[in-house]
């Protein structure tokens, strides 16, 4: 990771010597930089992460960055930095680099800067299964937590992911070729949920399906108080983002719903208007042509004396990535840890 975020360094004309962790390791130095351009130079203390870290990480890491300082300018690589996350980086001093050419790097009097890419890069390795119940069997070995007494097997993953059990081998033997789980012995399977967690969401190509775009006077958390009360078992409406997210992880005030239906309904059911786009819509409205959206054990948050159906968590997390933003890509990352944490 590191080599590679160096060569993009040299190949934009910046002179770099890289000094390794030269004895610094105990102090979290991957490596030690002086990097130089038109008579300008500085030196940057690396750290090195296998994966970038969600907005609401970056203050955790103030007391690294601070250890960092003591050797050189604090400069994290990682595999790939958004720009929302670069520009919250830069304003907590840290300089950072990525695999993608991606950089920005400042030391008193100099700042050298480059953006090659506004989005990560499909993975090249091996993707993640999917057809007939794949997401399906992901989501439920995602949500498998401390709760569970023992691993899963091939039986109980079947019936929470509503697939059939040979199904279900396929995708675990695949997912064990990833190193995404391990065989424990007696038919039970120990997943990585967070690497799962990630490689999901950084593959996921999305529910697909219909989508209708919608508007309304009221607040989004009452357009999903209404669409509780009208959801059945067999014709379920579920929230996500932003309202779901909201309702599991406090982060602000909702400005938008999305409505994940099986079955298509009236709009005007639930007091809505068509939008002419999303620009001006405040309710996604979709039936999803993957209806592994729908959690397989119902995920209920109450509001108001009103419970409100919500989509599957990892979907909530997607949601939030793709509607975008700076304030949703932090509380993706708070609402992936609460998945990951929780009993």
Not at 243 to 271: C, E, F, N, Q
Request: with cysteine.
């Amino acid at each position: 990771m590191l080599m590679e975020a160096v060569r993009w360094l040299r190949e934009s004309g910046l002179r770099v010597e890289d000094y390794g962790a030269a004895g610094r390791a105990g102090a979290g130095v991957d490596a030690i930089l002086d990097v130089a351009a038109d008579g300008r130079s500085a030196r940057f203390a690396v750290q090195v992460r296998r994966r970038a870290p969600y907005p609401h990480e970056v203050d955790r890491l103030e007391p690294s960055r601070r250890e960092l300082a003591k050797q050189g300018r604090p400069l994290m690589a990682a595999p790939f930095i958004s720009e929302p996350l670069g520009s919250i980086l830069t304003r907590a001093d840290w300089s950072w680099a990525d695999d993608h050419g991606n950089f920005d790097l400042r030391a008193p009097g100099l700042m050298f800067r480059q953006r090659r890419t506004a989005a990560a890069p499909a993975p090249r390795r091996r993707s993640l299964p999917r057809g007939s119940g794949s997401f399906a069997v992901i989501r439920a070995l995602v949500s498998f937590g401390a709760r569970e007494d023992q691993e899963l097997g091939t039986t109980a993953l079947a019936a929470q992911a509503g697939v059939s059990q040979p199904r279900v081998s396929q995708v675990l033997h695949h997912l064990r070729e990833l190193n995404l789980v391990e065989r424990t012995g007696h038919g039970r399977w120990q997943p990585d949920r967070e690497a799962l967690a990630d490689r999901f969401l950084a593959e996921y190509p999305g529910p697909e399906g219909s989508e209708q775009h919608c508007y309304s006077l009221d607040p989004p958390t009452q357009v999903a108080i209404r669409a509780g009360q009208v959801s059945e078992p067999g014709r379920p409406i579920v929230a996500s983002a932003d309202v779901g997210p909201d309702l599991i992880v406090p982060w602000r005030r909702p400005s938008l719903v999305i409505l994940y239906m099986k079955h298509a309904m009236d709009p005007t059911s639930l007091r809505l208007t068509d939008a002419q786009g999303r620009h001006d819509a405040n309710v996604i409205v979709r039936l999803p042509e993957d209806r592994s959206v729908f959690p397989s054990h119902a995920l209920v948050a109450s509001i108001q004396g009103n419970d409100v159906p919500l989509a599957d968590p990892l979907q909530q997390i997607w949601d939030l990535q793709d509607l975008g933003g700076a304030d949703r890509l932090e509380v993706a990352g708070r609402l992936r840890q609460w998945l990951l944490s929780r009993p």
